[in-house]
């Protein structure tokens, strides 16, 4: 019969339980399972009492989290796999556990996705119009992520060479590229717009990487910052214009033109809904999560920034490849 020749339900059920990989790890993340865990393989028992919960709960957890290919299990004894050491053990460079519960969050507010799919919008979108206190707390859990690429860029645009170089990052968040670029040239200064609750922290990510002296921040939206024309050598615009409409995309791109000093470069890293197998399947699922947390916002495809760009009067665009789900894009003034 022709459900003989039907592809593995492996791959449905992946798709159906998808949300249980999500609980799982946002429960090993609070309960600390994977910090245990790092000190050596553990029985379940072992890790009932070293993580204060009960062992019906840690034993369901552990075999889950064997499911997701998080943690591994020989003897009886569970350890951690080479991702859950990496990305989910606090502390390490790379710690991803604030966006997993984050994540879970999300999920838990997102039966309305069906409808909102219908209507085109969801009800209690983060607005990028205000300063939101969720802001602060999602640019912590996001800026490893974007660490790696921060690195990548700043060997690309060759930063460490420039004899001197003055930085805007609208929206920077918890300031990871600027701060990283200006770890990488000790002459460089940057400006950070975004809203106050955000620079907040941003001054303090600074403070900890000893580059607050060629800080600033200005407070406030980016879309009524006074540019000044021909000033910066450098704008960065990451993971900014997924959230924003196409024409607050076109609008910014004529503003960043105008900034920027001849031969200067505006860098976007985005997640780019490309259809043809150059992104990461995870840039496109995130086009999920963007139409429901944002407003506005969507998961643009690299022609339509071109389109923008090449309006507000770009000609030389690059498209590098970040071997994470973003894309930079190098878009030089000519
Ligand atoms: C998704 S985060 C990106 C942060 C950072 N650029 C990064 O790549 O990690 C978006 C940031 O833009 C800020 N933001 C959004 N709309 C803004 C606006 N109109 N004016 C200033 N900042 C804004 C938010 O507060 C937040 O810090």
């Not at 997102?110 to 909102?116: H, I, L, N, T, V």
């Not at 002459?187 to 955000?198: E, F, I, K």
């Not at 139409?291 to 920034?305: C, L, N, S, V």
Request: charged share 20%; net charge negative; glycine share 8%.
């Amino acid at each position: 019969v022709s459900e003989h020749r039907a592809p593995p339900i492996e791959h449905a059920l992946h798709a159906i339980n998808a949300h249980w990989v999500t609980s799982a790890l946002a429960a090993a993340v609070t309960h600390r399972v994977f910090e245990f865990l790092e000190q050596g393989p553990a029985v379940v028992h072992d890790v009932a009492v070293g993580c204060n919960i009960a062992e019906r709960g840690a034993r369901a957890l552990l075999d889950a989290l064997v499911g997701a290919d998080l943690v591994v299990q020989s003897d009886g004894r569970y350890e951690n796999t080479a991702i859950a050491s990496s990305y989910f053990v606090e502390g390490k460079p790379l710690y991803l556990g604030q966006l997993a519960r984050l994540s879970l969050q999300l999920m838990t507010r997102s039966g309305g996705f069906p409808d909102a799919i219908a209507a085109g919008h969801s009800e209690g979108s983060l607005s990028v119009k205000a300063d939101m206190p969720q802001w602060a707390q999602l640019v912590l859990a996001t800026a490893p992520f974007s660490l790696p690429v921060a690195y990548l860029a700043a060997k690309l645009l060759g930063l460490a060479e420039r004899r001197s170089l003055e930085i805007l990052d609208p929206g920077g968040g918890a300031g990871v590229f600027a701060i990283s670029f200006l770890k990488e040239n000790p002459r460089a200064t940057a400006t950070q717009l975004d809203w106050p609750s955000v620079n907040r922290v941003a001054r303090e990510q600074a403070e900890r990487n000893e580059v607050l002296d060629r800080f600033r921040t200005v407070d406030g939206d980016l879309f009524a910052y006074d540019y000044e024309s021909a000033k910066y050598d450098l704008i960065i615009f990451s993971h900014m214009a997924h959230g924003l409409a196409p024409a607050d995309n076109q609008r910014a791109f004529v503003l960043f033109r105008r900034a920027l000093k001849p031969q200067g470069v505006l860098l976007i890293n985005e997640l780019l809904a490309e259809l043809d197998g150059s992104v990461s399947p995870q840039a496109l699922l995130s086009s999920a999560r963007t139409f429901y947390a944002t407003r506005d916002g969507a998961g643009y495809r690299y022609a339509e920034y071109r389109e923008w760009l090449n309006a507000a009067g770009f000609r030389s665009i690059a498209r590098h490849d970040t071997g994470t789900p973003t894309t930079l894009l190098v878009v030089q003034v000519d």
